[in-house]
């Protein structure tokens, strides 16, 4: 059943390069877990950043748990929660996001893959968090 005049908690973004050309993983890939890992000051950083800059009320955000994964490939996948207002002004409860540090570890940089602002988008993103072996706590 759809959800009805729900407000996503987010604005659309659109890759930038080099990750929007990538090509999509091989057919039958499954994915891979990583081995968590604590996430220094400034991976943090460029965590909020990035989330804070996805929220349609930037002002408003608040950030609950953060986590993190290696990857063999050597990617750090992130997965945490955050909240903020909505287009109404009201406050939404914590939603879900993930994405991956890219960048060095001087300069990381965080590509948001996605916030779970509706019940299907939270089922997906818990999803691929647990898939990638980064335990949420709520």
Same mark, same amino acid.
């Given at each position: 059943m759809p959800e009805a005049n729900v407000d996503t908690a987010?604005?659309?973004?659109?890759?930038?390069?080099p990750y929007s050309s990538?090509?999509?993983?091989?057919?039958g890939e &499954?994915?891979?877990a990583g081995k968590p890992v604590r996430l220094d000051p400034k991976q943090q950083?460029?965590?909020? &950043?990035?989330? &804070?800059?996805?929220?349609?009320?930037? &002002?408003?955000?608040?950030?609950?748990?953060?986590?993190?994964?290696?990857t063999s490939r050597?990617?750090?996948v992130v997965c945490g929660q955050v909240s903020g207002k909505n287009s109404a002004g009201s406050y939404v409860a914590l939603s879900p996001f993930i994405?991956?540090?890219?960048?060095?570890?001087?300069?990381p940089d965080f590509v948001v893959v996605g916030i779970?602002?509706?019940?299907?988008?939270r089922a997906e993103v818990e999803s691929l968090c647990r898939e990638?072996?980064?335990a949420q706590k709520v």
């Amino acid at each position: 059943m759809p959800e009805a005049n729900v407000d996503t908690a987010h604005n659309q973004v659109f890759l930038p390069e080099p990750y929007s050309s990538m090509p999509p993983p091989p057919p039958g890939e &499954t994915v891979e877990a990583g081995k968590p890992v604590r996430l220094d000051p400034k991976q943090q950083e460029a965590v909020v &950043t990035a989330v &804070t800059r996805w929220m349609k009320n930037p &002002t408003s955000v608040q950030f609950g748990s953060m986590d993190g994964a290696r990857t063999s490939r050597g990617l750090i996948v992130v997965c945490g929660q955050v909240s903020g207002k909505n287009s109404a002004g009201s406050y939404v409860a914590l939603s879900p996001f993930i994405g991956v540090l890219m960048g060095s570890e001087a300069h990381p940089d965080f590509v948001v893959v996605g916030i779970g602002s509706t019940g299907r988008e939270r089922a997906e993103v818990e999803s691929l968090c647990r898939e990638r072996g980064v335990a949420q706590k709520v």
